[in-house]
């Protein structure tokens, strides 16, 4: 008996040293971009031929008496092999015996899909995905609602601190680059922001209905709620089982689109058990280069037919400026039984001005989780209820900048570390006065505006301009800011021209009752040179950017205007606003148009250029989104056509004012995606003048007399060229994307990109104006359409070194005079920065 135990005590000794002896290795297999885990990747010893594959998680171990003399070949479809030898290096991270590894996968070329069999497996899979989409997208369910975490995160790539700690502007903010870490592949990055937002989303399919209310946000130096809105469900709803998939502004075609089969090649791998479901495994590739499509792979489903996981990756073809690598993941799990439904997705993104492994990159990640996902209650359609429109974004005040208490119980995942440190890091830059001048400086560069305690200075564009009547034109603007009122905004300008010796002034006023809905009333006296057509889009001209090449022989107009101006704006949550205005306005036509005098009444007036108008606006963009500032907006569309209709009524007798008329014009404007097929903007404009009026008081046609292209001006034609008292017209611009030069290499490489232009006016002017501004003897001569067509066409190439664009425009119809050659074709060029 005694000896039993001696026994059981040496077996548990030669087991310890047994164990102790054992060597292992373990770790996971991952993508080097998204950082997100690949199952099932192929692991096998290149002289043993053993192996197998890392599990559903991406995770793999390996148990071994002594430590190999081989090399671990890892592979995964789309990506290069990766090839791990058991050399001195590797064995020297080993602790304990215990080599613990993360295997970063770099993408690679797909193979080629071959076809020899008589049945196509991947196509048959892609038939059966799209047939059960109806059953597994989750915009089947009548409605749905859930909690929403969204985690923005932003690194620079490629940042070595030895280069960058004495860069002067760098110096006072070197603790910064404390952060500086390195990837496992030895690539250094350096955190420099961090967002979060926890909201809940609401959708009901019929009628369409959507609602978000914000319930935290989180954004260190960025205090504004348009900026925070678009972190919420409603703008950044990605879904895979959509025919198209947005990427920065293009349309994607899905893998999964109802034609996919046009865009793409698909092939089955194989299949695995993950939690006692049977998982299929199949990648697809662009079928076509240049095209807007994705290569990457998915996990489906067996009995449904529905996606578990799918990873989407940009190629290296596709037409998307300042994007090295891009990938989109999102995963579903099972609410039930039968019941799939998005939890997780994830964007991953590196931007970079010039391309190139080794080049300074800023890499986005953002990631989504879904929880407490609720289907087809009537608790969402109590929630939606409370809707006055279709779509409504509710943020409450107490949702900027929550307290941690609020994170620490809301937030989905725990922030690692470095993003715990990265906060600290932004609230101490924050507070610098050396950062918080550095910004200034930036913000001012870009946007031409610079804050002085309570005022405003700038836009520095505007400072110097030159011109054949003033000579050299200096003009100081100053302005109040956001510090010296948010509800009070007051500007004004003084310019001086060294060869007119004139003194040119404006001043405003805007008083903000609203900012959503928008409500306000603006004031503003002028005296100086019209430099803007005030047509449709266009902005003025009196700027150091509009010293381009002008067309040979076509003189400057010059007009001055003393300007008395009263708006009263008011807007609805609907879209629609109502702008009420008083205008007055004196003219005094001073070169290259025709004189006042043969203007003048007979009556001894001595402004015979006097009028006064008061005019109402309707305007209806429904669900426009804007980005907001503290007192002026910039719209990001809408997704419907957006109608403007104005009536003005010119007063004799007030003010002064010699003219009785009344106006009406009307426009309906809107951007389209129409995937895959590209991008369309259309305006379609008219309007008619009652009564004999003066030049400057009829529809002048907007024409460009620069070489640098206007959207809204008819190229072929000058400024103050016809003249009209009814116009109607239309305005088509359709840019296609890659086109026809997707079919050759070079072109394919550099990214051209093809659109189309037609542009066409019609247009008459009545017999009592043509005698009013077109006397015998008249210096200038107006034209007028006369009822006939005007038509331009243009097409060109677009994206040319990523920010330029050059217009071949021909003018179709009138043909102009032989005198007027130039205006039967030109080559006009711009400047953008676009995706």
Known sequence: ??????????????????????????????????????????????????????????????????????????SYVGYRDFKLPFDSFLLQRAKDNVLDISILMERGKFD????????????????????????NDRYRFRNFSYELYNKLEVDIKNIKKEKWENLPFIKKFNFVLNNIDTTEEGVPYLPVYITEAISNYYYQKSPLRRREVFKGTKSLGVNNESVSKLLGGIDQNVNFYANFIPVFDKQFVSPISDNGDAFYNYKVLDTQMVNGRRLIHFFFIPKHKGQNTFEGDCWVHDTTFAIQKMNLRLGKEANVNYVNKLSLIQEFSLLNDTTWFLTRDKFVVDLSLLSGEKMLAAIGRKTTTYKDVVVNDTSVTNELAKNKLIEETIFPPQANNAPDSFWAQNRHEELTVTEKKLYQTIDTLLKLPAFQRAVKTVNFLATGYLDVGNFEIGPWYNWVFSNVLEGWRFRWDLGTNKYFSKKLRLHGYLAYGTK??????????????????????????????????????????????????????VPIKFLKTELMQLDLFKEWHSGFSVTLSGVRKLYNPLLNLPEKEIFLDGNGGTKPLNTFEASVQLRFAYLEKFLEGTFYRYSMGSPYPITTIKYTRGMKGVFDSHYEYSKLSGSISDYL?????????????????????????????????????NKYAYSLMNRWQYLHDQYAGFNFEHNIGAGIFRFTPLTRRLKFRQFYTVKGLWGSLSEENKGLNMPAGSTYIFESLDGKTYLELGTGVDNIFKVLRFDFVWRVLPQPLPEAASQRWGVFGSFRLQF
Do not use: C
Not at 8 to 34: E, F, M, P, W, Y
Not at 112 to 135: E, P, Q, T
Not at 681 to 694: A, I, M, Q, R, S
């Open 1 to 74: 008996m005694p000896i039993r135990p001696l026994k059981l005590l040496l077996l548990i000794l030669l087991t310890q040293n047994a164990i102790a002896q054992t060597r292992i290795l373990k770790g996971t297999v991952k993508d080097a971009h998204s950082d997100e885990r690949i199952p099932f990747a192929s692991m096998q010893f290149k002289s043993q031929k053993t192996g197998k594959l890392s599990d559903s998680a991406g995770s793999f171990i390996f148990r071994f008496n002594e430590w190999p003399t081989d090399t671990l070949i890892i």
């Open 112 to 135: 080629a899909v071959v076809v020899k069999k008589k049945i196509d497996r991947g196509l048959l899979m892609w038939k059966r995905i799209v047939k059960h989409k109806a059953k």
């Open 500 to 553: 007119d010796q004139q003194f040119k002034y404006e001043a405003d006023a805007m008083w903000l009752f609203n900012k959503n809905p928008r409500a306000y009333i603006f004031a503003k006296y002028s005296k100086d040179i019209d430099y803007g057509q005030n047509y449709l889009d266009e902005v003025s001209q009196d700027n150091i950017f509009a010293l381009a090449v002008r067309k040979n022989g």
């Open 673 to 709: 995606k129409i995937s895959p097929y590209g991008t369309v903007y259309y305006n379609v404009f008219g309007g008619k003048t009652f009564g004999t009026l003066p030049f400057m008081m009829l529809d002048v046609a907007p024409g460009n007399e620069i070489y640098y292209y």
